[in-house]
């Protein structure tokens, strides 16, 4: 059994990513963020789809393209598609920020 809330590092000076389960179709990991963003410069370019929804905590994620950044809070959930270019541009530092991802192919 796992709890998306424990256990939470009190400092992270990298995300934390725990898998929470996984076969050759699909992987799930909880990803927490603390004040962290993407390298200056750098987009995720994934092979696999991925859908995310924020649990806890507050994040800024940028698509190659797009003039503005998505503000995501508690519950906001979306499908990034795969090979579609995007970057964290910030998540809070003032609690830990929770995500919910799900990675699968085609």
């Not at 649990?55 to 809070?73: E, M, T």
Request: aromatic share 10%; proline share 7%.
């Amino acid at each position: 059994m796992h709890n998306l809330f424990q256990p939470l590092p009190g400092s992270l000076p990298e995300e934390l990513v725990t898998v929470l389960a996984e076969n050759q179709y699909v992987r799930i990991e909880r990803i927490v963020s603390m004040g962290h963003a993407s390298p200056e410069g750098f987009w995720y370019d994934q092979a696999e789809h991925e859908w995310i929804a924020l649990v806890r905590g507050q994040a800024k994620l940028s698509f190659q393209g797009d003039v503005l950044p998505i503000d995501l809070k508690p519950g906001d959930c979306l499908l990034i598609e795969a090979h579609r270019k995007h970057r964290v541009e910030s998540t809070t530092a003032i609690e830990p920020t929770i995500w919910l991802a799900v990675f699968y192919r085609d």
